[in-house]
């Protein structure tokens, strides 16, 4: 069996919190409306299994809350076929579909919350995609980075 790839998955919290995800947490939820290809390949990239950090974006702090898994693998984004829809993309086609979305299940939130400026002022983590690539909504996290955040959410701040 593989093991596991890591994930970051980013979003508003007034929009979508983990909370929201903690309440979904038998059924799950899709995660739709990514509309950057280097997301939604990072999306289709994802596999059943898979872990995932939950950032809260466009707060103060943002930071990451917790931990999902995916549950189900990419499929297309229907939203993007809904003119009702604010992510519907009149580009994109029912039988060529553009746009794709993976189900994420929440596994637990974090023991605390860790913020971007911890992680920026953190050994190891120098090169995260998140301090990298800060406005990708959905980007990869390698083993070690998985790791030292976790550690990280065990320990209390300092200073």
Known sequence: MTPPQYWLVKSEPDVFSFDDLLAARKKGTHWDGVRNFAARNHLRAMKTGDLVFFYHSSVVPSAIVGVAEVAREAYPDHTALDPADPHYDPKSKRDDPTWFMVDLRAVEALARPISLDEIKKTKG???????????????????????????????RERG
Do not use: D, F, H
């Not at 995609?129 to 909504?137: C, F, M, P, Q």
């Open 125 to 155: 983590l120098e090169n995260m995609a998140l301090v990298r690539l800060g406005r990708l909504s959905v980007q990869p996290v390698t083993p070690r980075e998985w790791e030292i955040v976790k550690n990280l959410a065990g320990k």
